[in-house]
């Protein structure tokens, strides 16, 4: 039960008793101690707190995971045209390597 119930039906659980076997038992008693209106309240609004103080983290969590994807892509592109450079650079120097190779055969560069 959580705790705004509590206070709401305005008694609080004895969490264990022991019984004259050492037998550890639930013992669901009404405490002395009752709820006022103004505990009440208290209670509410610190469960409300707490609730949208997780659904901010939670917010804050799925926006840190999109911006780590985005930059996780930003670095895929990144090297995907660095690959794409070097393969027409030694596309490039291959070719070169080539044309000076049958310029060479042919009598030298024209």
């Known amino acids: 039960m959580s705790l705004v119930m509590l206070a709401l039906h305005n008694n609080t659980v004895n969490p264990l008793s022991t019984d004259?076997?050492?037998?550890?038992v639930e013992a669901a008693a009404i405490s002395?101690?009752?709820a006022t209106?103004?505990?009440?309240?208290?209670?509410g609004v610190a469960a409300a707190i707490l609730l949208?103080?997780?659904?901010?983290a939670e917010d804050?969590?799925?926006?840190l995971n999109m911006l780590k994807t985005i930059?996780?892509?930003?670095?895929?592109?990144?090297?995907?045209?660095c690959v794409l450079i070097k393969r027409k650079l030694s596309t490039s120097i291959v070719?070169?390597?080539?044309?000076?190779?049958?310029?060479k055969r042919s009598g030298g560069i024209r």
């Open 95 to 103: 070719s070169l390597m080539e044309y000076n190779i049958s310029s």
């Open 32 to 34: 002395e101690h009752t």
């Open 52 to 56: 949208a103080a997780k659904n901010i």
């Open 37 to 43: 209106t103004a505990e009440t309240i208290v209670v």
């Open 20 to 24: 004259e076997n050492n037998d550890t």
């Open 71 to 81: 930059i996780d892509i930003s670095e895929l592109r990144r090297h995907y045209q």
């Open 60 to 63: 804050m969590i799925t926006s």
